[in-house]
């Protein structure tokens, strides 16, 4: 019997080292592709509202984005999800900047507007994080808003990567 396993014996340490090189081949393919997946990772900082009248509310998103990845990320598409508070998802209608920029001025109650707007196009470069803000319609009432479950921005990028940036992850 030990004389039928003696060949197995001998090539035991080539299979072993075979094994470590695979393994570590594997570990560098798997660290040089680490920046490859096209994401956004993101928090929404800051949620302000305002009623514009007992059905709808617009409603003001700051956030920050960070691009961990080797490549731009172009943005194509926004959209904006709420859960009211019997869990029904309500879609938002984003805003666009220039009418953000007369609520503003026309609504000094909503405060600054600390941030650009996250339009289409919007390039974020490798590395890069950014602070953006939307303002976004939701034909709500405002004690429905402020009562949400949930809040998502979801943001597709020009080569149909998505990502989302969820309220209250960090």
């Given at each position: ?25 594997i570990a560098w ?8 997946k096209i994401e ?85 470069k490798p590395g ?43």
């Amino acid at each position: 019997m030990r004389k039928a396993l003696e060949p197995y014996v001998k090539l035991a340490p080539f299979v072993g080292i075979g094994l470590v090189v695979v393994a570590i081949v594997i570990a560098w393919i798997l660290y040089m592709q680490r920046g490859a997946k096209i994401e956004l990772l993101g928090s929404i900082q800051k949620v302000r509202t305002l009623p514009l009248d007992e059905n709808s509310t617009a409603t003001v998103l700051d956030f920050r984005m960070h691009n961990p990845s080797d490549y731009s990320y172009v943005v194509r598409k926004v959209d904006v999800t709420m859960v009211d508070p019997s869990g029904q998802t309500q879609e938002g209608m984003v805003v666009a900047d220039l009418d953000a920029k007369r609520l503003f001025d026309y609504y000094p109650v909503l405060g600054q507007k600390f941030n650009e707007s996250l339009i289409i196009r919007t390039k974020i470069k490798p590395g890069q994080t950014i602070d953006r803000m939307l303002t976004v319609r939701f034909e709500a009432p405002e004690k429905s808003v402020q009562q949400r479950k949930d809040l998502r921005i979801r943001i597709e990028e020009v080569d149909g990567a998505v990502s989302e940036i969820v309220e209250g992850q960090p």
